[in-house]
T-cell receptor, first 113, second 113 residues
Framework: GENVEQHPSTLSVQEGDSAVIKCTYS??????FPWYKQELGKRPQLIID?????GEKKDQRIAVTLNKTAKHFSLHITETQPEDSAVYFC????????????FGKGTHLIIQP | EAQVTQNPRYLITVTGKKLTVTCSQN?????MSWYRQDPGLGLRQIYY???????DKGDVPEGYKVSRKEKRNFPLILESPSPNQTSLYFC???FGQGMTPQHFGDGTRLSIL
């Protein structure tokens, strides 16, 4: 089945700096890659996603890149703000079979004032 | 308002006492799933359902049951709960299994003593 590795597990950056979180996946059939943000005590919420026919997608301060050959994708947050502090999860979806959506173990992003 | 509703939000119970966590969505989604979230392990899929009367095991199905008699409801059943099932549980739904974002409920925190 699919295996998703996420790094780092904790990331601390100064407010205003950029943050990058990286994920790798194992199943070359995976074709959909969402990112979720989970604030303390809250549910995961989708912040951006990318499909396998696209290499990069941006939404204001957030961007995601996908390298299908290397089987890795990354989340980029620019001009970080205190409200960006949260746990971020990447996921990969093969679109069929028993695997469904497989999540990485999460990255705790800390924005230092 | 589009939402996934879980009940109860919190439950403390004892080993062996059957319990059910309900999940209901109002978006006419076909695909529903259950996850458990444990520190350091991220989100792991327990069971999923692609439509009414169609359910299948995820990554960690042992000790759980589900049913999908109606499109909107997908209850999670613990027939004989044990302490290792103490966790934070999330129900999620989407239009389809692949290529679509999942909407999560607010979570149910279960403590099995």
């Amino acid at each position: 089945g699919e295996n998703v590795e996420q790094h780092p597990s904790t990331l601390s950056v100064q407010e205003g700096d950029s943050a990058v979180i990286k994920c790798t996946y194992s199943d070359s059939a995976s074709n959909y890659f969402p990112w979720y943000k989970q604030e303390l005590g809250k549910r995961p919420q989708l912040i951006i996603d990318i499909r396998s026919n696209v290499g990069e997608k941006k939404d204001q301060r957030i961007a995601v890149t996908l390298n299908k050959t290397a089987k890795h994708f990354s989340l980029h947050i620019t001009e970080t703000q205190p409200e960006d502090s949260a746990v971020y999860f990447c996921a990969a979806d093969s679109g069929g079979g028993a695997d469904g959506l497989t999540f990485g173990k999460g990255t705790h992003l800390i924005i230092q004032p | 308002e589009a939402q996934v509703t879980q009940n109860p939000r919190y439950l403390i119970t004892v080993t062996g006492k059957k319990l059910t966590v309900t999940c209901s969505q109002n978006m006419n989604h076909e695909y529903m799933s259950w996850y458990r979230q444990d520190p350091g392990l991220g989100l792991r899929q327990i069971y999923y359902s692609m439509n009414v009367e169609v359910t299948d095991k995820g990554d960690v199905p042992e000790g759980y049951k589900v049913s999908r008699k109606e499109k909107r409801n997908f209850p999670l059943i613990l027939e004989s709960p044990s302490p290792n099932q103490t966790s934070l549980y999330f129900c999620a739904s989407s239009f389809g299994q692949g290529m679509t974002p999942q909407h999560f409920g607010d979570g149910t925190r279960l403590s099995i003593l």
